[in-house]
């Protein structure tokens, strides 16, 4: 039973255009969103959040909606830089200490 | 500031064979965690603990023993190494800030092969 679930494992994107990654979930518990990003043989590294209580965060290049109805959150990468070549992880919580991990979309930003 | 630290880096066993896996983080954050991240699986919980004193099972502990004497350190233990057990292992550790959620910090990963 996965709660948390990235169903494109992979996404190619031209430099300076707009990435979009998603993410369903399927336990109504959680209240707390994450995305995190991670280059091989690194560990994951945080990138944004998403409360609950909002339906959009956004910080910098990286934008954060949450569908709760839906039980969807997207992330936004604009504009889309070849540093962010990477496996980006989605993450949920109900609690702060028990985060439930995605499977990972491998996004490629092309030159 | 170090972060969260896991030692070692790689290491590879022999079926049967019991190691422990190191990890220590120096921001005095309450909770931690390990998981273990497989091709395809995305990142899996094993263990966690909430507190010096404090730990409980997560999605995938079986093989796998943890103890939290103190708040700084985190440590896995495989009792006796088995193939399935071969994956990059990863501790985490994050806080309540004043009764809001946060974000986990992680190590940069343990390699261990069981061949």
């Known amino acids: 039973d996965q709660q948390v679930k990235q169903n494109s494992p992979s996404l190619s994107v031209q430099e300076g255009r707009i990435s979009i990654l998603n993410c369903d979930y399927t336990?109504?518990?959680?209240?707390?969103f994450l995305w995190y990003k991670k280059y091989p043989a690194e560990g994951p590294t945080f990138l944004i959040s998403?409360?609950?209580?909002?339906d959009k965060n956004e910080d910098g290049r990286f934008t954060v909606f949450l569908n709760k109805s839906a039980k969807h959150l997207s992330l936004h990468i604009v504009p889309s830089q070849p540093g962010d070549s990477a496996v980006h992880f989605c993450?949920?919580?109900?609690?702060?200490?028990?985060?439930?991990f995605g499977t990972g979309t491998r996004l490629k930003v092309l030159a | 500031n170090a972060g969260v630290t896991q030692t070692p880096k790689f290491q590879v066993l022999k079926t049967g064979q019991s190691m422990t896996l190191q990890c220590a983080q120096d921001?005095?954050?309450?909770?931690m965690s390990w998981y273990r991240q497989d091709p395809g699986m995305g990142l899996r919980l094993i263990h966690y603990?909430?507190?010096?004193?404090?730990?409980d099972q997560g999605e995938v502990p079986n093989g796998y023993n943890v103890s939290r004497s103190t708040t700084e350190d985190f440590p896995l233990r495989l009792l006796s190494a088995a193939p399935s057990q071969t994956s990059v292992y990863f501790c985490?550790?994050?806080?309540?800030?004043?009764?809001?959620?946060?974000?986990?910090?992680f190590g940069q990963g343990t390699r261990l092969t069981v061949v």
């Open positions: 985490a550790s994050s806080y309540l800030g004043q009764g809001m959620n946060t974000e986990a910090f």
């Open positions: 336990n109504s518990m959680f209240d707390y």
């Open positions: 998403i409360s609950s209580i909002k």
């Open positions: 993450a949920a919580t109900s609690g702060t200490y028990k985060y439930i």
């Open positions: 921001m005095n954050h309450e909770y």
């Open positions: 603990s909430v507190g010096a004193g404090i730990t």
